[in-house]
């Protein structure tokens, strides 16, 4: 280790243990007290909605996603023809006429100029780099960002549903199943990976396949969803998003994503084929079949967030989601929570900054306050304008992620994201942990980061 290395070291950990000093000395108080009635409620003070959680500290665990969120009993599915991406493929309001392409994917495709092309980050090196990260998903599970199913070669259902094995290994329990899918899941290339039980309220009513509109071949597959199998579990797994690219402006930080749904194609394939090798049937999954987010809140990953997305523990922000149904029963995880939900309520920070003001800036609601048919209500949350967010994704040719790159959870792994996940999880330290999220320049898009980018030595 040479001198310089060992300096700046040492320079951090002194940062951090002055901070954390601090930050104790403001909020140890108030903390402690909070632990002490939140953590060991007393015996007459244990309720049937208390009894379904355990207490550690400031993070709570649930039985099931029924216990952590108002999810309406009459829920109904959602039919993935409504969905903001499958409406490409149809929907006039959100799509070019007669069923073409939608504009910002003929531009990130290269099929038409990008009239950003001259802006820094919109150039051809970073545009090849985006295309390249998001090649094997093209190969492998083509279309599967837009919700395509059973298509490409690391997504043959035929293959996966029909194990050649000569004899199925059966496990103890399904405490140990789940003990041995999740290393391997891990040891597969998944960053995190829960358990979640089969719940069919995720899966699509209807399946929509937008590859014929698309390529004006005549109108999208709209079928009735059947798996070729009942299935038992879902392995709900997420990817962490280089954060160095995320934070880039252009198709760098866009490249930051499409790598994750090419590992998405390529990991979830590999946890299906370890499962047929064991004799049980298995399917991958992106964004096809049903909705990702409540599946991985279902299975610990993460909580809900203002934007709409999941926020994991570990990774904030940054994560892209996936999940293999099989026919194998495996012990669940249990939801969680870790005060996510508590801060979105006052942060608000992806709603100011959200270029199209597509982010409420509202409390969570039963039902969308926008009227559009890509916002499915049951659930209570907060519900973004999907019209207004896709206007943002024509103007640059690509997806945006200014949401994703501001939100305060999105930091890496060092002593200032300990100090932030400290502050944040304690009630009395909300307030104040945007504040420092801003003071220390976090959320930001600075056009220097593209050559940072191109100049960092791994």
């Keep these: 280790m040479d001198k310089q290395h060992t300096t700046s070291k040492r320079g951090d950990s002194g940062r951090r243990k002055f901070l954390v000093k601090a930050a104790l000395a ?5 903390v402690l007290s909070y632990a002490a009635s939140e953590a060991a409620p ?6 049937e909605k208390t009894e379904k959680k355990w207490f550690s500290l400031f993070k709570k665990y649930y039985n099931k996603i029924d216990d952590q969120y108002e999810i309406a009993s009459n829920y109904e599915r959602m039919d993935q023809k409504n969905t903001v991406f499958s409406r490409t493929a149809w929907d006039s309001p959100i799509g070019l006429p007669e069923g073409q392409f939608i504009s910002f994917s003929a531009k990130s495709g290269g099929q038409v100029p990008n ?4 802006i820094p980050g919109f150039g051809p090196l970073e545009h090849a780099l985006d295309g390249a990260a998001f090649a094997l998903h093209d190969v492998g599970t083509p279309l599967s960002i837009a919700g395509v199913h059973n298509k490409g070669v690391l997504n043959d259902w035929d293959t996966l549903t029909n194990p050649k094995t000569l004899h199925k290994h059966h496990f103890a329990s399904p405490e140990e199943a789940a003990k041995y899918v999740k290393r391997a899941s891990r040891f597969l290339g998944a960053d995190e990976v829960g358990i979640a039980p089969y719940d069919e309220r995720w899966t699509y009513s209807k399946w929509y396949d937008v590859e014929p509109a698309m390529n004006q071949e005549g109108e999208g597959i709209h079928e009735e969803a059947r798996f070729p199998f009942k299935p038992k579990s879902v392995i709900a797994v997420s990817f962490e998003m280089d ?12 490249a930051s994503v499409q790598m994750e749904y090419s590992a998405m194609a390529e990991v979830t394939f590999r946890i299906a084929v370890f499962l047929n090798k064991l004799g049980y049937k298995a399917i991958p999954a992106g964004n096809d079949v049903g909705i990702s987010i409540p599946i991985a809140a279902q299975a ?20 892209r989601l996936a999940k293999v149904y099989t026919d194998l029963e495996i012990a669940p995880d249990k939801p969680v929570g870790f005060g996510v939900w508590e801060f979105c309520l006052k942060c608000k920070k992806c709603a100011e900054a959200c270029p199209s003001d597509a982010i409420s800036m509202d409390n969570p609601t039963e039902a ?6 890509s916002s499915h209500p049951g659930v209570k949350k907060w519900y973004q304008d999907n019209e207004k967010c ?11 992620n200014v949401c994703l790159v501001v939100c305060p959870y999105n930091k890496i792994d060092n002593w200032l994201h300990d100090l932030s996940k400290l502050v944040v999880s304690a009630p009395v330290g ?20 593209i050559q940072e980018f191109w100049d960092k030595e791994d």
């Design 300 to 319: 610990g990953l993460g909580e809900l967030s203002r934007m709409g997305t999941l926020i994991s523990e570990k990774y904030g922000s940054r994560v």
């Design 368 to 373: 969308p306050t926008v009227p559009s048919i």
């Design 115 to 118: 009239p950003l092309e001259q």
């Design 243 to 254: 954060y160095d690219a995320l934070k880039t402006p252009g198709y760098i930080g866009a």
């Design 42 to 47: 007393t015996k007459e003070a244990v309720t």
């Design 430 to 449: 909300r307030d104040v942990a945007r504040q420092l999220d801003d003071a220390f320049g976090y959320g930001k898009f600075k056009e220097e980061s």
């Design 390 to 400: 896709m206007s943002q994704w024509e103007k640059l040719g690509m997806g945006c």
């Design 26 to 30: 403001g909020i140890g108080a108030p």
